[in-house]
């Protein structure tokens, strides 16, 4: 080929590609990261709330995953930006892979794990640790069907599932996208039952409080990330927005089973960690009313079975800490954004757990967000709340740049945490002594969670119900662990109702209980 014919094909290719996409921003036909500059509060919240942010923001900037139609969208609001990442899937496929792979707790790896790898090893998990670990399905399946499968963990985990001891509650994958964020709850499951009985601190913990553990808490999002066939070669088929679907899979159509990939793809999914009831459906707080939007909070607060489920478990067991991971900002977030009335705990303890990391301790992600996970477990229960933010290399950068690499540090960081959640100071205790001999004691509170002024539903608040069990010592003595009887942004004094039962006869009192604090009820006839 002469230089004069080079020159000629690349000016026809010109030519060509001028003649399809305006003149200006063309649009992306590949997932890419743009970085925005919103120069006003209003810009700030509207791409928040109208854009797919990945979590990863400075001051002065939010960052974007770029779906179809996005950048005509920028340019029409004037909103200035610039690009990051050109190519998300060249840059997350990108690197040398280690020689060998990665010595791991649980198997050893060196890809992210699927949907399967995550059920089979929960499955064996408790079959080969029956007194250690028990396997659960949550309440409900997914959209498409799905069971929901979580462990839980804690020695006698079976035999005395009422017995009162703290929880732990940790979770993964609200967003299908964030890979690590079920990698890492799956290797501290593998990292607590292979270090029970040979250290100190795991056993003694697992014998004062309880996990409850669940990786995947949106298997038919994750599914669809996962398994993007995209996703395995980014030369492959298919423009690879699928391996970045952040949301779950409800369709729009009514249609159980969604369309075929790759067709019209922001057609479909809520973001489950908008769907949470405390100021839910705040259209300038991070979440959409817009269906196509990547941050749509759904219609109605909890309108997902993932969001219910994790919901009934924290409302019906003693949680008194709520950990749930997403990708990536390399930030330790707390519930409140700051504003909490107990913040200087939450800073306190999140500063430890970021240090341990080698991440930031912030109050939020730097923008708004409303309906989250932490933020409504803390305003519901008071359990403590945080959302780590793993990693800074991407929603799921190659393996063994991210996990390979930096698990051990997530594992003393969750281990702190589950000593966290089994500290007095930091939660509430009940005690005392039924003489009627063995008991079972019922907690019950009923509350209204606000919602977002202005909400769609029209109604200020939801109706919410914690109800817990607890069966004593056969001497009729217990010790009940749980959040405090007040909700932190109440003003008014809120108690437990405590039903206690036995041989017939049934007894209700009503308890006040603050963090930190030990409430000995001494000895109760019935
Ligand atoms: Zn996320």
């Known amino acids: 080929m002469t230089i004069t014919s080079r020159v000629f094909a690349g000016a026809l290719a010109a030519v060509i590609v001028l003649g399809l996409a305006p003149i200006g921003h063309t649009d992306t036909a590949r997932p890419m990261i743009v970085v925005a500059h919103p120069d006003s509060d209003a810009q700030a919240a509207f791409l928040m709330s109208n854009f797919d942010e990945t979590h990863n923001h400075a001051p002065g900037e939010i960052e974007l995953l770029i779906w179809p139609g996005d950048l005509a969208r920028l340019d029409a609001a004037g909103i200035d930006y610039h690009v990051a990442i050109e190519d998300l899937l060249e840059h997350d496929a990108g690197g040398t892979k280690a020689d060998s792979v990665q010595v791991l707790p649980g198997p050893d790896r060196d890809d992210y794990r699927r949907l399967e790898d995550y059920n089979a090893e929960m499955k ?85 409080a309880r996990v409850i553990l669940v990786p995947i808490v949106n298997p038919d999002g994750f599914v669809y990330s996962r398994e993007s066939p995209a996703q395995n070669s980014f030369l492959g088929a298919g423009n690879g927005f699928e391996g970045y679907w952040r949301k779950n899979r409800r369709s729009l159509t009514g249609v159980t089973v969604p369309a075929p990939r790759r067709v019209n793809p922001d057609a479909y999914g809520v973001d489950p960690n908008r769907n949470y009831s405390y100021l839910w459906g705040d259209s300038n707080g991070g979440s959409s009313g817009i269906p196509v939007n990547q941050t749509y909070r759904g219609t109605a607060p909890f309108s997902e079975p993932e969001t219910q489920n994790v919901r009934d478990i924290i409302l019906s067991r003693q949680v008194t800490l709520v950990v749930t991971n997403h990708t990536y900002q390399a930030t330790v977030l707390r519930a409140g954004g700051g504003r909490a009335p107990e913040d200087d705990i939450l800073e306190r303890l999140g500063g430890v757990v970021a240090d341990i990391l080698g991440y930031r301790n912030m109050p939020s992600v730097g923008y708004p967000t409303t309906g989250t996970t932490d933020d409504w477990a803390y305003a519901a229960i008071g359990s403590l709340g945080y959302t780590i933010e793993h990693g800074s290399q991407g929603f799921h950068p190659p393996y063994d740049h991210e996990v390979g690499q ?43 969670t606000p919602l977002s002024p202005g909400n769609p539903t029209g109604e200020k608040a939801v109706r919410e119900r914690v109800k817990m069990n607890l069966k004593t010592m056969k001497d009729g003595t217990f010790e009940w662990h749980l959040s405090p009887s007040d909700r932190p942004y109440e003003k008014k004094p809120e108690n437990f109702i405590l039903t206690i039962s036995s041989g017939g006869k049934s007894k209700t009192i009503e308890v006040h209980v603050d963090r930190g604090e030990v409430v000995n009820l001494g000895t109760i006839k019935l």
């Open 124 to 208: 064996k998990l408790a079959k080969k640790n029956p007194g250690l670990v028990k396997l659960f399905k949550m309440k409900r399946p997914s959209l498409e069907g799905r069971t929901v499968y979580g462990i839980e963990i804690a020695t006698n985990v079976t035999s005395s599932a009422t017995d009162g001891r703290p929880i732990f509650y940790i979770d993964g994958i609200h967003h299908a996208r964030e890979w690590p964020a079920a990698e890492y709850p799956m290797l501290f499951a593998h990292y607590l039952v292979e270090k029970f009985g040979k250290d100190r601190k795991v056993t003694s913990l697992l014998k004062r």
């Open 406 to 448: 930096f698990w051990k540090q997530h594992m003393d960081a969750f281990v702190k945490l589950l000593e966290y959640s089994a500290d007095t100071r930091y939660h509430s205790v009940i005690k005392g002594k039924v003489a009627n001999g063995p008991a079972t004691l019922t907690i019950r509170k009923k509350f209204l």
